[in-house]
């Protein structure tokens, strides 16, 4: 059905593209959010012990039993706000079993740089195998720079792959990939745009919007970035720039986090499930084993990681989001770069504000795709109203796709609040619990609240008539996006 492909370098033809040819295969239907069963609000808080029977906990000696557990938790919970946990790991089991992976270390990048030079230092440092994932690779000096890496690792006998978005990545020339695949890479396009490259199957919306590397099954990095120009420099200090160019400048605002520990054998499972099912050329490397006590991480962060596909019954992202919100006790702060959330979650947002909760939105003043930006806004009043706090961005394009909730449950993702996120994409969250990473989050969301500007309900209501109409027509399509 078609809908919006959020990116930041896909010609605006090949977007139409994909609308005309997804409504020529006959999927010209409005389709629906995901499934949204909303536990019901008010429900006391579980005991320690309820909780570790409704989660598994995966460390570095496998699974945990049910007293490990219980004492994993405690652990966690004296971080501060160890109610808030149960409450929140409670919330999360309501659509179905929660796989937590204890002892790991949890790092925040923040933007282009910083994330480079960790993706760089990580790839560097790889002993056996490197499997990396993007919905865009740009050929540019920064992606010259990787495959370079990557070719190198291949010589020095390290097992690479590499998969792109086949739509994300149609601007870059194929000489790029081969020149990967000629120094021993195999590298695989996720649904290719043109049918005849994956006979008997062709969906041109089902998009891959993953952006992972993981080195050795031990250190991974995943959230919003892309390889792409957009992000060679910082966004923080930058000048205010004109749009529409401001749009295509460097310095977009985006985040990924760096974890080392068992996390990052989910995502290196969740790179070989893709590769396998896309059928991709090349043998999958060998799975690296454990490595020794000495090497092993001795971070103390329990993490989730939460993957989604419209193949998917239900949207687990979506699922996580919601059903957070609607546990939320004391805060929810969200920085999101494309927000057209649909009616459920808006409620939830809302009700949250309504009953006392701390809701801020850090949400974008530009983008590169406007429909979506004028769908957002036309929540405003309704979010105003409920007492929710809305700031937009000011000094850089906001890619950003982060949520902290109670200051207990972190995420850093690829996943937009929005219908072709939750229904079209596939996509990756890593979810931290505990204070301590939400501190973390917590400075970073004030960083950005400090670069945005505030959106006083009078002033809003005041608003052109010609923008509201916008919001209005972009609001009518919103699932199409």
Same mark, same amino acid.
């Given at each position: ?44 808080? %579980? ?8 989660? !598994?906990?995966?460390? #570095? +000696?496998?699974? $945990?039993?049910? /007293? ?126 043109? %049918? ?8 041109? !919306?089902?998009?891959? #919007? +993953?952006?992972? $590397?993981?080195? /050795? ?265």
């Amino acid at each position: 059905m078609p809908r919006r492909t959020p990116c930041v370098s896909v010609p605006v033809a090949a977007v139409l593209a994909m609308l005309l040819l997804a409504v020529l295969a006959g999927c010209a239907i409005t389709p629906p959010m995901p499934r949204a069963d909303r536990p019901p609000p008010g429900r006391p808080t %579980p005991s320690t012990g309820a909780v570790a029977s409704q989660v !598994t906990v995966t460390g #570095h +000696r496998g699974r $945990l039993q049910h /007293d490990e557990r219980e004492q994993l938790l405690r652990r966690v919970g004296e971080q501060g706000s160890a109610s808030l946990v149960q409450r929140q790991l409670a919330a999360m089991s309501s659509f179905g079993e929660v796989d937590l992976h204890a002892g790991n270390e949890a790092r925040l990048l923040i933007d282009g740089p910083a994330t480079f030079a960790a993706m760089f230092e990580a790839i560097d440092k790889a002993r056996r195998t490197v499997l990396f994932e993007s919905y865009i690779i740009e050929d540019i000096a920064i992606s010259q720079r990787l495959a370079a890496l990557l070719a190198k690792k291949r010589a020095e006998g390290v097992q690479v792959l590499l998969i792109y978005d086949a739509l994300g990545s149609i601007g870059t020339d194929g000489s790029y990939f081969q020149s990967l695949r000629d120094a021993g890479v195999p590298t695989c396009a996720f649904n290719p745009v043109n %049918p005849i490259k994956r006979p008997g199957y062709w969906d041109i !919306t089902h998009r891959d #919007h +993953r952006k992972i $590397l993981v080195v /050795d099954r031990e250190v991974a990095i995943t959230g919003g970035i892309n390889i792409s120009a957009v992000y060679a420099t910082g966004s923080f200090g930058r000048q205010r720039r004109q749009a529409p160019e401001g749009i295509k400048a460097e310095g977009w605002r985006d985040t990924q986090v760096q974890l080392r520990g068992p996390a990052a054998a989910a995502l290196d499972d969740l790179v070989r499930e893709t590769w396998a099912q896309q059928g991709c050329r090349g043998e999958l490397p060998p799975v690296p084993p454990k490595p020794p006590s000495a090497a092993r991480s001795t971070g103390q962060q329990l993490m989730r990681i939460v993957p989604s596909s419209p193949d998917d019954e239900f949207n687990r992202i979506y699922a996580l989001l919601l059903t957070a919100i609607d546990a939320s006790q004391r805060s929810v702060h969200l920085t999101m770069a494309y927000f057209a959330p649909g009616q459920d979650m808006i409620d939830a947002l809302c009700e949250a504000a309504e009953r006392g909760v701390d809701v801020r939105l850090v949400l974008p003043s530009v983008s590169d795709f406007s429909p979506v930006l004028h769908a957002g806004r036309s929540y405003y009043e309704r979010l105003l109203k409920s007492g929710v706090k809305l700031y937009e961005l000011q000094d850089a394009v906001l890619h950003a796709k982060t949520a902290v909730i109670d200051g207990v449950v972190s995420t850093v993702g690829s996943s937009n609040m929005d219908w072709r996120s939750f229904s079209g994409n596939n996509e990756v969250n890593a979810v931290v619990i505990g204070e301590d990473f939400g501190d973390a989050m917590a400075r970073m969301f004030q960083r950005d609240l400090e670069a945005s500007q505030a959106i006083e309900a009078a002033a809003w209501r005041k608003r052109p008539l010609f923008q509201r109409a916008k919001e209005s027509l972009a609001r009518l399509f919103e699932a199409w996006w």
